[in-house]
């Protein structure tokens, strides 16, 4: 009867037992929280400097606190259900959603895949993971063999150090920037920074555009940003004199790209002219053709545009920059669905071949859910977009809008887009929609 009493006794602890264990993991994917993500940019052994200039103090800059070369960003897991979950990349405010995540098994190497698809930009991550680490490579589709190798660790949440130490200064404000210094033609740019003890954030504006969220730190007189949305990847590094307030530094978009830029404190610095920088080369009125994504032909004098006035998107499937825009007219058409006004998107591909682009096309339309007409106008270089379109003096950066009467008449080119990242975002939708209303009107 002991004996009985003694078996009953441990079969019920081990129910009990039993009872309170949790899985660790109960999960069918990847951990849940926040990863530190890197990708391992492939510097050039001799950056360019075709002046033949010494740039000693601009060239020769240490950045002991962080691996060079090194582009970290963050991103959060969130399961929607305990089978099905979903990514956000951060940048700073900015969080980017990716649902198209595709889980599965190498035999081969008895190892778990992962397979992140950014569709959009026609891009992608795939490598293996091994409970809290992923290791593979990102690759973009649109550009030769070009492969960064890639590796996050689940738990961490900080971007370039856990270092404290304390700021030279608080970079605050508005700098006028000077960018390729280590080539034969420079161009200008404004930075505009927010700093929260180490805790950096910003971005550049440049006559064609800015490079959005910027995300980092700054220790001591180093400062670090980077960028990563499944385009583009870019990684900055300075150092910042508060005697002078003065700051220089490199810029790295991707494994092929260096620039070496500096900067001065200028709360009134201010760019270019957007609606000055490309202009028609006669009065005569806009005209084109091109075939959408389904191969139709589409022109600007079709029955369905005339007599209205419109804007033409000239952009890329491929362009961050182009996606805010695209983001903004749709927003726009949206709120504002009595306006008489058509919109007509003409897009410069990466792709040479023709059903690979129109796929693009297809993807973007979907992804956006587009109400107006994509239009495939060519391949995205600069010379060759000039050429489809003969009666701009040139296009020199996507997107650019072109604003028309209902004659097809030219009112206004705007160049470059102000995103929502930057500071002047606010007042551009304003004059945006002051002006589209007094045009459609």
């Given amino acids: 009867m002991n004996y009985f009493r003694f078996c009953t006794f ?3 602890l081990a129910f009990v037992l039993q009872s309170c264990i949790v899985a660790e993991n109960p999960y069918q994917g990847l951990p849940p929280g926040p990863w530190r993500a890197t990708l391992a940019l492939q510097l050039n052994t001799v950056t360019p400097n075709p002046r033949g200039e010494p740039l000693p103090e601009k060239m020769n800059l240490k950045f002991e606190e962080v691996l060079g070369g090194e582009l970290p960003f963050n991103f959060e897991v969130i399961y929607d259900t305990p089978e099905k979950f979903h990514i956000e990349i951060i940048n700073g405010e900015e969080r980017i959603v990716v649902k198209d995540i595709f889980l599965g098994r190498d035999k081969s190497q008895a190892k778990d895949t992962i397979f992140i698809d950014f569709p959009v930009f026609d891009s992608y991550i795939s490598g293996y993971f091994l409970e809290n680490v992923i ?3 990102w690759v973009v589709r649109n550009k030769t063999n070009y492969r960064i190798p890639f590796v996050a660790k ?6 370039f150090t856990t270092l404290r130490k304390t700021p030279a200064m608080d970079l605050t404000g508005r700098w006028e920037a000077t960018f390729d210094l280590n080539f034969d033609e420079t161009f200008k740019g404004i930075g505009e920074f927010k700093q929260k003890g180490n805790y950096l954030t910003g971005t550049f504006l440049t006559e064609t555009g800015d490079y959005r969220y910027l995300e980092g730190t700054i220790q001591a007189n180093k400062f670090y940003l980077s960028c990563f949305d499944g385009s ?3 990684l900055f590094e300075g150092k910042v004199d508060p005697a002078t307030k003065a700051m220089v530094g490199s810029f790295r978009s991707g494994m092929t790209y260096r620039s070496i830029w500096e900067a001065k404190l200028n709360p009134n610095a201010r760019l270019g002219n957007a609606d000055s920088l490309t202009t028609m080369k006669s009065a005569a009125a806009l005209d084109f053709t091109f075939p959408n994504a389904e191969g139709k032909t589409v022109g600007i004098n079709d029955k369905q545009y ?10 890329g499937t491929w362009c961050p920059n182009c996606r805010d825009e695209t983001e903004f007219l749709v927003d726009y058409l949206k709120k504002n669905p009595n306006l008489n006004l058509e919109v007509i998107a003409l897009s410069f591909e990466r792709h040479r071949d023709p059903a690979r682009a129109e796929q693009a096309l297809k993807t973007y339309k979907k992804t956006f859910d587009l109400p107006y007409e994509i239009l495939l106008a060519g391949n995205n270089d600069k010379a060759e977009a000039s050429k489809a379109l003969p009666q701009l003096n040139k296009v020199i950066a996507y997107p650019t809008m072109i604003f028309l009467d209902k004659n097809n008449r030219v009112l ?7 995103g929502p990242a930057t500071s002047e975002f606010p007042a551009f939708s304003k004059e945006f929609d002051a002006f589209v209303k007094k045009m459609a009107g």
């Fill in 232 to 234: 583009h990847a870019f």
């Fill in 412 to 418: 206004r080119i705007h160049t470059g887009f102000t």
């Fill in 10 to 12: 441990l079969l019920g």
């Fill in 135 to 137: 290791e593979g490579e």
């Fill in 154 to 159: 689940h738990g961490k949440d900080y971007r």
């Fill in 306 to 315: 005339q007599g209205k006035p419109k804007i033409i998107q000239i952009m």
